[in-house]
């Protein structure tokens, strides 16, 4: 018996049970859900061009950069926006506490103008550089405190220089929130907003001037909110799926290839985690598409394994020894497998470039999960048989197949 292959193989079992006790709970954690599988909204904004105007993809570049904007303000992980068509944006947002309350932002233009008496607009929210809610530290009402950028601040300054003793508007989406008068001339380049907001209230207005006014209208065409209640469903039956398929291509494993099927299973536990840390490092967000990627990508990792082992077999039907049956049955296999990778790679290719949504998560589970097999079979499955193979009581040939 060959004593340093079999303190490998060990170690190298040990080291995989370790893998998975360990990595349980901070996969779970740490794994992104989508909105199918989480709950959260789904929306369609149609953007409404100006009378004789048309809809350009420079509107549609700078919509999606605002609602980007708008989204990232509600600490949503992975959310998807993207056009459908040339005046079209696709909005989902899992996991967010209020969908109604998300749509209803999404929708809102955040026109912020500074009006003098006569209606002439002084500032727009196009000169701000930042706004943020507070609380007044004298009234104790909450307020949203503007900051202008270094040109607006130069046309917020000669305003108030101007209209000293009259009222400027400040209004908000066509609405008039309050009319101070002007004391003196304000070069700051800051200035506040009050009108008997409460503090959400200021903080909803302030994130939407944060992320931009919309460049043109949109109208809501679709809204849908996905309940967390499905969701969890979704997730619940599609691990209880999930599951079940993995357990009985397992047993199917031992059953046909018994010792290499065990061999096979033990680099099988080891390409899932594989594959599940890859998708946390690289924030992948699972949904139903996605999990069917990955659990079409297990079948391809087991499929690479029939393919080296019936190798095998055939090779030791030839009465090579077993170390020469095996080194050829690696040698033949791979060329299939590496084929039959590569052209389910540029499938993959195909549906993530034209893809969109969804269809991009499956192509991208699907081609991290082919990429990872072909590693697993090629240097794991390998290893683990060939160190078997140096030990006397896994040399005979039966425990092979034949």
Do not use: C
Not at 141 to 166: H, N, P
Not at 233 to 242: E, P, Q, R, V
Not at 313 to 335: H, P, Q, W, Y
């Amino acid at each position: 018996m060959n004593r340093g292959s079999g303190i490998k193989l060990l170690l190298i079992v040990i080291l995989i049970a370790a893998a998975v006790y360990f990595s349980l709970d901070p996969i779970k954690n740490r794994t992104n859900l989508g909105l199918d599988l989480q709950g959260g909204a789904h929306v369609v904004l149609q953007a409404i061009p100006n009378e004789g105007e048309e809809i350009t993809d420079s509107d549609m570049v700078k919509l999606t950069a605002v609602m980007r904007n708008r989204v990232d303000e509600f600490g949503v992980t992975e959310p998807i926006i993207q056009p459908a068509g040339n005046d079209r944006l696709i909005i989902e947002l899992a996991g967010v506490d209020n969908p109604d309350k998300a749509i209803e932002i999404l929708g809102r233009t955040a026109q912020l103008e500074f009006r003098d008496p006569a209606g002439q607009v002084v500032v727009t929210g196009a000169d701000l550089k930042d706004a943020q809610a507070r609380i007044d530290s004298v009234s104790g009402q909450a307020e949203i405190s503007l900051e202008f950028t270094s040109e607006g601040a130069k046309k917020f300054g000669s305003a108030t220089a101007r209209l000293v003793d009259q009222p400027i508007s400040i209004v908000l989406d066509g609405t008039v929130i309050q009319s101070p008068n002007v004391d003196e001339p304000i070069m700051n380049g800051q200035a506040r907003i009050t009108g008997g907001f409460t503090f959400e209230q200021a903080a909803e207005n302030a994130a939407l001037l944060r992320g931009g006014a919309l460049p043109v209208n949109v109208e809501i065409m679709e809204k849908r909110t996905v309940g967390p209640t499905l969701g969890k469903d979704s997730l619940d039956k599609s691990f209880t799926a999930g599951m079940y398929g993995i357990l009985v291509v397992l047993i199917f494993m031992i059953a046909y290839y018994r010792l290499p099927g065990v061999l096979a299973n033990v680099s099988l536990i080891f390409y899932i985690l594989l594959v599940l840390w890859i998708h946390n490092l690289l924030h992948v967000t699972f949904t139903l598409p996605g999990i069917a990627g990955f659990l079409l990508s297990i079948g391809m990792a087991v499929d690479a394994n029939v393919i080296i082992f019936e190798r095998i077999k055939e090779e030791l039907n030839t009465k090579k020894t077993l170390r020469a049956a095996i080194d050829s049955g690696f040698k033949r296999a791979f060329v299939a497998i590496f084929d039959s990778n590569v052209t389910t790679l540029i499938a993959a290719g195909v549906l993530f470039y034209f893809g969109t949504g969804s269809i991009k998560g499956f192509a991208v589970t699907l081609s991290i999960g082919i990429i990872s097999s072909m590693f697993t079979a090629i240097t794991l499955t390998r290893l683990l048989i060939k160190w078997t193979s140096d030990i006397n009581l896994f040399k005979n040939k039966k425990l092979y197949g034949i």
